[in-house]
């Protein structure tokens, strides 16, 4: 069976720090792959999603990137951190078929 | 383009009443159309989804939904609610396998009262 992993689940960093979120899939190849902020109270935003290993794509401007150095790893970084960075990370995976996607677990992080 | 509107930013039923949390849709294409749960500070969970086929669509916790073409809706249903039920609801959309990407709608924040 298909397990996702991301870490860490919270995380607290004060303004202008990086930040490396990391996010990991098992049992299952070549999938895509997204990354979603949930601001408090508020609902998802796709930040960015990638089809494969190098391949990128960006929703929103912002602070933030992404890489995918393994077909089943999904990284969300930033070099300079802002307050408006705070929410849940969720980082997510599908394949094929009917295109449903697939949650971990999150990531509180708070920015101060 | 496609785009889900989740009437209701907040819903609150009675412990053993009917639950409905409704949804649009709008989509080009036949429509893949799903519902998801989130418990606080938790991921999402798939309920349920509809892709072909039979219109009434059983999902877990005793929850369904039903597609309605005509209406262009995908409203959420379960005959009565427990206390557990107690989470956030998202519906969402996709145009099929050749989509990478879903639309989600902004939520429905479900209430139980004892």
């Known amino acids: 069976s298909q397990t996702i992993h991301q870490w860490p689940a919270t995380l607290v960093q004060p303004v202008g720090s990086p930040l490396s979120l990391e996010c990991t899939v098992e049992?299952?190849?070549?999938?895509?792959l997204y990354w979603y902020r949930q601001a408090a109270g508020r609902g998802l935003q796709l930040l960015f999603y990638?089809?494969?290993?190098?391949?990128i794509s960006s929703e929103v401007p912002q602070n933030l990137s992404a890489s995918r150095p393994q077909d089943r790893q999904f990284i969300l970084s930033s070099k300079k951190l802002l307050l408006s960075d705070s929410g849940f990370y969720l980082c997510?995976?599908?394949?094929?078929?009917?295109?449903?996607?697939?949650f971990g677990p999150g990531t509180r992080l708070t920015v101060t | 383009a496609q785009s889900v509107t989740q009437l209701g930013s907040h819903v609150s039923v009675s412990e053993g009443a009917l639950v409905l949390l409704r949804c649009n849709y709008s989509?080009?294409?036949?429509?893949?159309l799903f519902w998801y749960v989130q418990y606080p500070n938790q991921g999402l969970q798939l309920l349920l989804k509809?892709?072909?086929?039979?219109?009434l669509v059983k999902g877990i916790n005793g929850f369904e939904a039903e597609f309605k073409k005509s209406e262009t809706s995908f409203h959420l249903t379960k005959p009565s609610a427990h206390m557990s039920d107690a989470a956030e609801y998202f519906c969402?959309?996709?145009?099929?396998?050749?989509?990478?990407?879903?639309?989600f709608g902004s939520g429905t924040r479900l209430s139980i009262r004892p």
């Open positions: 990638s089809v494969g290993i190098g391949q």
């Open positions: 049992g299952t190849s070549n999938p895509n």
């Open positions: 509809y892709t072909t086929g039979a219109t």
């Open positions: 989509s080009s294409v036949p429509p893949y």
């Open positions: 997510a995976w599908s394949v094929g078929g009917s295109g449903e996607q697939y």
């Open positions: 969402a959309v996709s145009e099929g396998s050749s989509a990478s990407k879903i639309i």
